[in-house]
């Protein structure tokens, strides 16, 4: 059995295609199966009858459930550098440096950035009730542990540096050039409203956790309801399914391409076997008349000169040579006009 008629660019395509395909759906099934233990856990907020509910359940422990409320620090809270009036119980602050690097191959600046410093601080904070007559509060434990912080911009500032000349010439010299640095606050302010998805149990001494659940699942502390939460996952989800499905695609073109190439390899085949059997009823008839004393020295191929010309070369229609030295032709050409060949007829002479 003849192979496939695969070459390496297709192969490295085809390879590609179905690990970026597996890749893909992997992603896929762990944001369906985290999707589906959120539309699966209780929705439940913040209020005084938490406690009663906990107490009910076994193990005092609800394993995966989303919960409502408003942020509120359990002691100090912290301040913004930049802005004094607002507070918040997580602050996040990065200083990035961006520079611009020549690519020689593209023959163009690239941007680039790099990150100079991070500091994250946080302090203890619960999650409250919007009503002002609830004192129910649930800790929120190991914040920094949720798949992303729940934080919101307060301030960013480009700040631009100054060159000299020396420095432009420097700059060009070495191929990096400072564009400036970005410095940035983020902050989960007081009051917030947010969405804890994780373990909420209760302490032997009364108070309320919300902690990253003990199996494993993902932590999610979210800005708004739940359902924005669902929404944004639903849309990963239907991304990473969807690159999957287009990766698969591709992947099934290329084998499909492949099996039509090998498909006309093997028709090609037969066509040149069939042809190969006229021409070879033609060589016996011709043998015959030339043992007969016919004179075939007009007819002769004009490759070998011995052979008589026996058949059609198509579109030109010029016959010139014998089957023999039709293979034999270095490339798929008329010898006498140069036109390709787009295939090739016997000659039946009466």
């Not at 997580?90 to 990035?96: D, G, M």
Request: hydrophobic share 40%; with cysteine.
């Amino acid at each position: 059995m003849d192979a496939l008629p695969v070459t390496s660019g297709e192969l490295l395509c085809l390879a590609s295609s179905l690990a970026f395909s597996g890749l893909f759906y992997y992603l896929y099934r762990k944001k369906a199966k985290a999707l589906a233990r959120i539309q699966e856990a209780p929705k439940l907020q913040v209020d005084d009858g938490l406690p009663d509910l906990l107490s009910a359940t076994s193990g005092q422990c609800l394993h995966y459930v989303a919960l409502e409320g408003i942020v509120l620090p359990a002691k100090a809270a912290l301040s913004s550098q930049h802005h004094e009036e607002l507070q918040g119980v997580i602050q996040k602050l990065v200083l990035k440096e961006h520079r611009l690097i020549w690519n020689s191959l593209a023959r163009s600046w690239n941007e680039s950035e790099r990150v100079v410093s991070e500091q994250v601080y946080t302090v203890p904070f619960a999650l409250a009730s919007p009503s002002a007559e609830a004192v129910t509060r649930v800790s929120v434990e190991s914040p920094l542990r949720a798949v992303r912080l729940p934080l919101e911009t307060v301030y960013e500032r480009f700040q631009h540096p100054t060159h000299g000349f020396k420095d432009l010439i420097s700059h060009y010299l070495s191929g990096e050039k400072p564009k400036g640095l970005l410095e940035t606050e983020e902050m989960l302010r007081v009051g917030a409203s947010l969405t804890g998805i994780g373990e909420l149990a209760m302490h032997p001494d009364g108070t309320l956790h919300l902690q990253p659940p003990a199996d494993g699942s993902n932590y999610f502390l979210h800005l708004g309801d739940w359902q924005t939460l669902l929404a944004e996952m639903e849309s990963v989800s239907s991304f990473w399914k969807g690159a999957a499905v287009l990766c698969g695609l591709t992947g099934v073109a290329v084998i499909l391409y492949a099996l039509c190439q090998a498909y006309q390899q093997r028709r090609h085949k037969q066509e040149q076997e069939e042809q190969r059997r006229e021409f070879e009823a033609l060589w016996g008839s011709g043998n015959t008349a030339t043992e007969s004393g016919e004179d075939a020295s007009e007819d002769a191929c004009i490759i070998c000169l011995t052979r008589p010309r026996e058949c059609v070369l198509l579109c030109c229609g010029h016959v010139c040579c014998c089957f023999r030295c039709y293979e034999a032709l270095p490339s798929h050409t008329c010898p006498i006009c140069r036109s390709p060949i787009d295939r090739v007829v016997p000659l039946y002479q009466a």
